[in-house]
Every structure is written in structure tokens, then in C-alpha cells.
């Protein structure tokens, strides 16, 4: 029978011969291109294929339920982050951030939507830790694991992607659906589902100052707030929603059972 192998990291791609595969999806150009290298009699074997989002599940309508949960007026500006709380995903660079916006914008708020890695739970102590090293009590939430993340999105004002080391982030695709504007580090996925200034900032890697630099511009600008939102709304909608990407798994299932 025909083996589909599916990854979402580039050593995921190349760590195993490729022999036995039909097809490698990548969720992403980069993986499917690191796939390709070790399929080097059949390049065209390995595809893209990106990680779908259920746009049915964000409603506009959720944001002020979810920010009286939090204790969040319309007076405060809201950045979260999500994601599970790893190492290579730097949220001590977006604690940091925060303290530096802190200082020019006490009425922002900041929350972490995840929970610890099971290979260094540490990292979450740590990461609170800092906060109270920081003062940050007040300023940043930390939820640990939820099931509600679409509505918990409908909350916020913007979305942070700080990471190092990733394949597509599926939560960037959700930040969109929910039509925040986002600030990112370019690193593989991310150049894919955003464009620079059009549907997100970019920074640069573990650098808070320039990812505070990035949230003051936004927090200035409500309507550049929802310009970058809105722009990477309608290229969920056109490459990530579940009707765009079931029709491409369709159509590669078409193919092999055609082979």
C-alpha cells in the first residue's frame, strides 16, 4: 500500500531513508525542499501541503466575554502568545518585551496560552520566575494548557511569534483567522504565511527591544492594527482554510491511487 509520511520540522524530514514513501507533505516550502534532498531520484515526491484552520471556529463576537475572564478592559491593549512552552520558542524574549513596553505603556497586558514541554517542564518556572524578577505580576498571564484557543484569540489586540527552529507555526494561520496583526521572527513557515509590513512585522531573532519597538508602532496605530489583521485574514481564508487544504489532500490521494 501506498505510505504517506507527514512532517512539520525540518529534521523531521531527513532523520529517516525515504525509500519506502510514496509521498513526504511538508507543511511547509522548507520542509518539503529539505524532504526533496534525500529523495534525490524523485524530487517531486515530496510536496507542500499546509496545516489547515476551521475558520468556524473564530468569532468576533467571543472577545468581550474572553477579556472580562482575564480582567481586560477596552483600556488595555492585550498581546498574547501561544504555544507549548519550549525553549526554542524563546517566550523569555517576549517576557522581556514586555517589561520594556511596560515602561511607555502601563495599560498593556500581556498573556502565555499553553502549557510546559514534558521533556523541560523547568522552562515554565523559569519563565515565571523572570516575570517576577521583572515585576510583571500585574502585566502578563500565564494560562497554561487550553482547549478554547480560537476564542481565547478573539481577545487579544495582537499576537507574538518569537521562535527559532520551526516548521509552518499552525497558531500564526489561527492569529489570522482571528484577524490580529502579528510580529514574528523570520524562520522557515513564518516567511511563508507572512509578508513583511503587508500582513505582520518581522524582528529579529531574540531581540526584545526591537519586538517592543514593533508592539509600540502597533499600539500607535489602531489602524495598521487592523490593516495587517485583515490582510492576513484573507490569506488564511485563501491557502489554510479546511476547504482549501482538504482539496489538496484530495488531489494527492487522487494521484497515488492513480499511480
Given at each position: 500500500p501506498p505510505l504517506i509520511e507527514h512532517g512539520g520540522l525540518v529534521e523531521?524530514?531527513?532523520?529517516?531513508s525515504k525509500t519506502f514513501t510514496t509521498r513526504y507533505v511538508g507543511v511547509c516550502d522548507s520542509i518539503r525542499r529539505a524532504a526533496a534532498r534525500v529523495m534525490p531520484e524523485r524530487p517531486h515526491h515530496a510536496v507542500e501541503i499546509?496545516?489547515?484552520?476551521?475558520?468556524?471556529e473564530f468569532n468576533p463576537a467571543d472577545r468581550a466575554d474572553v477579556r472580562r475572564e482575564?480582567?481586560?478592559?477596552?483600556e488595555n491593549l492585550l498581546?498574547?502568545?501561544v504555544g507549548r512552552l519550549d525553549r526554542k520558542k524563546r517566550i523569555e524574549d517576549f517576557v522581556r518585551a514586555a517589561a520594556i513596553v511596560n515602561r511607555g505603556f502601563p495599560n498593556a497586558r500581556f498573556v502565555v496560552i499553553g502549557g510546559c514541554d514534558a521533556f523541560m517542564p523547568e522552562y515554565a518556572d523559569e519563565l515565571k520566575n523572570l516575570t517576577r524578577e521583572l515585576k510583571l505580576e500585574n502585566t502578563i498571564q500565564f494560562l497554561g494548557d487550553r482547549a478554547d484557543v480560537p476564542r481565547l484569540l478573539a481577545g487579544?489586540?495582537?499576537?507574538?511569534?518569537?521562535?527559532?527552529?520551526?516548521?509552518m507555526p499552525h497558531v500564526i494561520a489561527e492569529a489570522g483567522a482571528a484577524r490580529l496583526p502579528v510580529v514574528a521572527t523570520r524562520d522557515n513557515g513564518t516567511e511563508e504565511q507572512i509578508e513583511n509590513g503587508v500582513s505582520g512585522l518581522f524582528v529579529p531573532h531574540e531581540s526584545p527591544p526591537d519586538v517592543a519597538d514593533a508592539l509600540k508602532s502597533l499600539f500607535e496605530n489602531a489602524a495598521l492594527r487592523r490593516q495587517l489583521g485583515a490582510n492576513l485574514r484573507r490569506k488564511?481564508?485563501?491557502?489554510?482554510?479546511?476547504?482549501i487544504v482538504a482539496r489538496q489532500w484530495e488531489t494527492l490521494f487522487?494521484?497515488?491511487f492513480a499511480e
Open positions: 523531521e524530514a531527513t532523520m529517516m499546509p496545516s489547515m484552520v476551521d475558520l468556524a482575564l480582567n481586560i478592559t477596552e498581546v498574547g502568545w487579544l489586540d495582537v499576537f507574538v511569534w518569537l521562535s527559532k527552529g520551526e516548521g488564511v481564508e485563501r491557502e489554510y482554510s479546511a476547504e487522487e494521484k497515488i
